[in-house]
């Protein structure tokens, strides 16, 4: 049976998975909310869910190690490979992951496939896990899916991701996540843990 909203951080078998608050990411122009939001909410809610016994997981991609796949619009590829800093937490993240935490680097947009993150989350007993990062229709959309055909139940905080543009976000929020999850403000998520 699906979890409840209001007891979604009640429960030490919850974890939220940032996906990529990292500076590649973060340096970017996103929308609807804004990187700093972004990664301003995400931080709010590691600080509730950790505080009530929950598992935060921070993702990072390794974004020179990303596989170029053959497409008919791929993503633009810098033409000189990026400094290691870019796929570095940014400051106010990497300030914020403590001893307990679970660091997970990946080499694609999905945070399952090819890392541990599985095995991770089903030896602390994780049933439900929330989503939130950058960015909603890559990073947060690729590792819900498997995370939805590995069995999880599934949260999005809306307002803790953000993308390259409104209409991709907006796709992802109202059309896809309602269909394999729950989508939920900041706001009310911080709320359920006042309960």
């Not at 940032?18 to 990187?35: C, E, F, K």
């Not at 953000?162 to 929020?173: A, K, L, T």
Request: charged fraction near 20%.
């Amino acid at each position: 049976m699906a979890m409840e909203t209001s007891s979604l951080f009640a429960s030490k078998s919850t974890a939220l998975v940032l996906i990529d608050l990292q500076n590649s990411n973060v340096a970017r122009t996103l929308v609807p909310h804004a990187a700093n939001d972004v990664v301003g909410r995400s931080l709010e809610l590691a600080d509730a869910l950790r505080q009530a016994g929950g598992t935060i997981v921070f993702v990072r991609v390794l974004v020179n190690e990303l596989v170029p796949c053959e497409a008919d619009t791929p993503l633009p590829r810098p033409p000189a490979p990026l400094p290691p800093s870019a796929s570095e937490f940014a400051s106010e993240v990497q300030r914020q992951i403590q001893e307990g935490d679970v660091l997970i680097a990946k080499r694609q947009w999905g945070a399952f496939q090819g890392t541990a993150l599985d095995q991770i989350l089903r030896r602390r007993s994780i049933r439900t896990v929330v989503f939130a990062g950058i960015a909603t229709n890559f990073g947060v959309e690729s590792s819900a899916r498997a995370a939805m055909d590995l069995g999880y139940d599934l949260v999005f905080a809306e307002d803790a991701m953000s993308s390259v543009s409104e209409e991709m976000h907006r796709f992802g929020v109202q059309v896809l996540f309602p269909k394999i999850g729950r989508v939920r403000s900041t706001r009310e998520l911080l709320a359920s843990c006042k309960l």
